[in-house]
Nanobody, 121 residues
Framework: QVLLAESGGGSVQAGGSLRLSCQDS????????MGWFRQAPGKEREFVAGISWTGGSPYYTNSVKGRFTIARDNAKSTLFLQMNSLKPEDTAVYYC??????????????WGQGTLVTVSS
């Protein structure tokens, strides 16, 4: 059974930083491209960032380019999202998931509980 456990969320002021983590278990993590998604209150879940199984080819949605960095540690089956220069519009519940090679916005598994990020102005 695949399990995804996100952590690292919290409340910060605009301009602050957070580092999210996603612990993956129940599969061979290193064989999958991975992605971060978010869902703001009253909105649909959206793609944020993706990374290939090797750790290369990072891709970001336009609104976070230059501010967020996705990374992974295959030895620890862990995905990361470093978020800098946070804005109030980044407020959302953040989720990780395995994604389809060539289309990082296509999530493959059931969603975990996510981690809440709140950015105040």
């Amino acid at each position: 059974q695949v399990l995804l456990a996100e952590s690292g969320g919290g409340s910060v002021q605009a301009g602050g930083s957070l580092r999210l983590s996603c612990q993956d278990s129940g599969r061979t993590f290193s064989r999958y491209s991975m992605g971060w998604f978010r869902q703001a209150p009253g909105k649909e879940r959206e793609f944020v960032a993706g990374i290939s199984w090797t750790g290369g080819s990072p891709y970001y949605t336009n609104s976070v380019k230059g501010r967020f960095t996705i990374a992974r540690d295959n030895a620890k089956s862990t995905l990361f999202l470093q978020m800098n220069s946070l804005k109030p519009e980044d407020t959302a519940v953040y989720y990780c998931n395995a994604v389809r090679n060539g289309d990082y916005s296509d999530a493959l598994d059931a969603w975990g509980q996510g981690t809440l990020v709140t950015v105040s102005s």
